[in-house]
């Protein structure tokens, strides 16, 4: 049997993306929940996909509007990361944001945003799998990520601040080296 803590602590030296899913039902009542297991599924058709926990009191209310916009976080975002990982009853209280194409919550300087309908959601163990069909998405320019690696935030502007060095992996110690 595999021991719960040592699986998140191994996993957890893969370092994720940090977004905030949002959605708005017809009442417009606001809803956003926090999500390091973003992904894109397929080109064609463009779809993404994330995994709430079950446990979420957010994604019931989000799966019962049919779409979602994906707010992929800059590392600059850490208070909005925070804001919408807390169980509070208006995560959106006194937050000034956007409106997607669809009308769906845009947090303010998010480092790109994706607007998808529900595709379908699939029951995998603990979490739901979403899978949702892109509809629009854009980007904008400049700033680094929010990652979450090791059980913490990180800046990536490490990474972006290298991305011209050349680096290689030596086949036995795995440490990066400047070549």
């Known amino acids: ?19 905030v899913i949002t959605s708005v039902d017809a009442a417009g009542l606001r809803t956003g929940l926090v999500v390091g297991s973003f992904t894109s599924i397929s080109l ?6 994330f995994f709430p926990d079950k ?12 779409r979602f916009c994906v707010n992929v976080l800059g590392a600059d975002q850490l208070d909005l990361c925070r804001r919408f ?8 209280a006194e937050l000034a944001h956007g ?16 607007d998808c309908r529900i ?7 603990d ?17 680094t990520p929010l990652l979450f690696f090791r059980g913490q935030y990180h800046d990536a502007v490490e990474i972006a601040q290298g ?4 680096r290689e992996i030596t086949p036995f110690s795995h440490e990066l080296r400047g070549g």
């Open 55 to 66: 446990r979420s009191g957010s994604w019931p209310r989000i799966a019962a509007t049919g």
């Open 119 to 125: 595709e379908r959601v699939e029951d995998i163990g």
């Open 44 to 49: 064609d058709p463009p779809l993404v996909g």
């Open 1 to 19: 049997m595999i021991d719960p803590k040592h699986f998140r602590t191994v996993l957890g030296a893969y370092p994720t993306g940090v977004c």
């Open 163 to 166: 991305c011209n060095e050349k």
């Open 99 to 114: 409106h997607s194409p669809a009308g769906l919550p845009l947090l303010d300087n998010a480092l790109a945003w994706i």
């Open 127 to 143: 979490h739901w799998l979403v899978v949702g069909a892109v509809e629009a998405l854009d980007s904008r320019a400049g700033g």
């Open 85 to 92: 990982a807390s169980r509070a009853d208006d995560k959106f």
